[in-house]
Protein backbone atom coordinates (compact mmCIF):
# COMPACT_ATOMS: atom_id res chain seq x y z
CA UNK A 1 0.00 0.00 0.00
CA UNK A 2 2.87 2.18 0.69
CA UNK A 3 4.61 1.91 -2.38
CA UNK A 4 0.76 2.73 -4.47
CA UNK A 5 0.81 5.96 -2.36
CA UNK A 6 4.02 6.80 -3.37
CA UNK A 7 3.78 6.12 -7.17
CA UNK A 8 0.57 8.21 -6.85
CA UNK A 9 1.75 11.02 -5.17
CA UNK A 10 4.78 10.97 -7.59
CA UNK A 11 2.43 11.01 -10.31
CA UNK A 12 0.25 14.28 -8.82
CA UNK A 13 3.42 16.05 -8.30
CA UNK A 14 4.53 15.49 -11.73
CA UNK A 15 1.22 16.94 -12.97
CA UNK A 16 1.51 19.63 -10.43
CA UNK A 17 4.73 20.87 -12.26
CA UNK A 18 3.17 20.07 -15.65
CA UNK A 19 0.46 22.53 -14.81
CA UNK A 20 3.16 25.14 -13.13
CA UNK A 21 4.72 25.13 -16.53
CA UNK A 22 1.93 25.32 -18.55
CA UNK A 23 0.78 28.45 -16.53
CA UNK A 24 4.16 29.99 -16.97
CA UNK A 25 4.19 29.65 -20.63
CA UNK A 26 0.66 31.15 -20.88
CA UNK A 27 1.46 34.02 -18.24
CA UNK A 28 5.34 35.34 -19.67
CA UNK A 29 5.26 33.79 -23.64
CA UNK A 30 7.54 31.34 -23.23
CA UNK A 31 7.80 27.97 -25.09
CA UNK A 32 6.27 24.68 -22.94
CA UNK A 33 9.90 23.25 -23.10
CA UNK A 34 11.63 26.23 -21.81
CA UNK A 35 8.86 26.43 -19.13
CA UNK A 36 9.33 22.41 -18.13
CA UNK A 37 13.02 22.82 -18.51
CA UNK A 38 12.99 25.93 -15.67
CA UNK A 39 9.64 24.55 -13.72
CA UNK A 40 12.63 20.88 -13.57
CA UNK A 41 15.56 22.80 -12.70
CA UNK A 42 14.50 24.72 -10.30
CA UNK A 43 11.70 22.24 -8.41
CA UNK A 44 14.83 19.76 -8.63
CA UNK A 45 17.18 21.89 -7.10
CA UNK A 46 15.10 23.06 -4.37
CA UNK A 47 13.74 19.73 -3.49
CA UNK A 48 17.29 18.27 -3.01
CA UNK A 49 18.70 21.23 -1.55
CA UNK A 50 15.59 20.98 1.53
CA UNK A 51 15.78 17.16 1.69
CA UNK A 52 19.80 16.19 2.58
CA UNK A 53 20.38 15.89 5.83
CA UNK A 54 23.05 18.38 6.04
CA UNK A 55 26.51 18.81 4.56
CA UNK A 56 30.07 20.55 5.39
CA UNK A 57 28.40 23.58 6.68
CA UNK A 58 26.52 21.44 8.76
CA UNK A 59 28.65 19.05 10.27
CA UNK A 60 31.17 22.42 10.96
CA UNK A 61 28.23 23.78 12.78
CA UNK A 62 28.14 20.22 14.98
CA UNK A 63 31.69 19.72 15.50
CA UNK A 64 32.00 23.68 16.84
CA UNK A 65 28.93 22.65 19.11
CA UNK A 66 30.28 19.11 20.15
CA UNK A 67 33.85 20.73 21.37
CA UNK A 68 32.58 23.56 23.11
CA UNK A 69 30.93 20.68 25.69
CA UNK A 70 33.96 18.46 25.22
CA UNK A 71 31.98 15.71 22.55
CA UNK A 72 34.89 15.71 20.13
CA UNK A 73 36.95 14.23 22.60
CA UNK A 74 34.85 11.80 23.65
CA UNK A 75 34.64 10.18 20.71
CA UNK A 76 31.95 12.22 18.66
CA UNK A 77 30.47 10.74 15.60
CA UNK A 78 28.76 13.15 13.08
CA UNK A 79 25.06 11.87 12.14
CA UNK A 80 25.31 13.15 8.27
CA UNK A 81 27.41 11.92 5.72
CA UNK A 82 27.78 13.65 2.98
CA UNK A 83 25.46 13.74 -0.21
CA UNK A 84 22.91 12.09 2.17
CA UNK A 85 19.71 12.44 1.27
CA UNK A 86 16.45 11.62 2.38
CA UNK A 87 14.12 10.12 -0.88
CA UNK A 88 10.55 11.44 -0.64
CA UNK A 89 7.72 11.45 -3.71
CA UNK A 90 8.47 15.21 -4.58
CA UNK A 91 12.51 14.40 -5.16
CA UNK A 92 11.66 11.44 -7.27
CA UNK A 93 8.79 13.68 -8.73
CA UNK A 94 10.63 16.65 -9.38
CA UNK A 95 14.36 14.49 -10.81
CA UNK A 96 11.66 12.56 -13.04
CA UNK A 97 9.83 15.68 -14.84
CA UNK A 98 13.02 16.62 -15.58
CA UNK A 99 14.03 13.50 -17.04
CA UNK A 100 10.99 14.24 -19.00
CA UNK A 101 11.63 17.02 -20.26
CA UNK A 102 15.25 16.31 -21.21
CA UNK A 103 13.86 13.42 -22.99
CA UNK A 104 11.15 15.55 -24.83
CA UNK A 105 13.37 18.30 -25.37
CA UNK A 106 15.89 15.29 -27.96
CA UNK A 107 13.06 14.49 -29.37
CA UNK A 108 12.05 17.83 -30.55
Request: charged letters at 10%; glycine letters at 8%; zero cysteines.
Given at each position: ????????L???M???L?????????????????A??????????????????????????????????????????????????????????????????????L??
Amino acid sequence: MKIVRFIVLTALMIAVLMAISYFLSEKFGLTMINAMFYVGVFSTFISLYFSSSGGLTTNLAESEIAASYGGLKSGHSFKRTFLSLYVNFVNVGSVLFLIIVFVSALMF
